[in-house]
């Protein structure tokens, strides 16, 4: 879901167009994002980037607590993981 929504915006960004795109790629990416349950439905980090890009309200996204980052980067809880 992450993948096809940041194609979906690269291809924005760069004027395709709603219609555009080789095969029509931004009218089926947008079918397949919307058939899934939209943006809503990304990783909490994807959300992150969305928002920074300014295209996700801040308050829709899971908040992470700053303590993570101390955590050693080998537990599976660690942000980069």
Known sequence: MFCTTI???????????HDGGSDNACVRGRKWIRDRGGV???????????????LFDWLGSNPIPPEFWLFPSFLPIHPVE
């Open 7 to 17: 194609s979906y915006i690269c291809m924005d960004i760069l004027r395709e167009g």
């Open 40 to 54: 809503t439905s990304i990783p909490s980090w994807g959300k992150a980037w969305l928002s920074l890009l300014g």
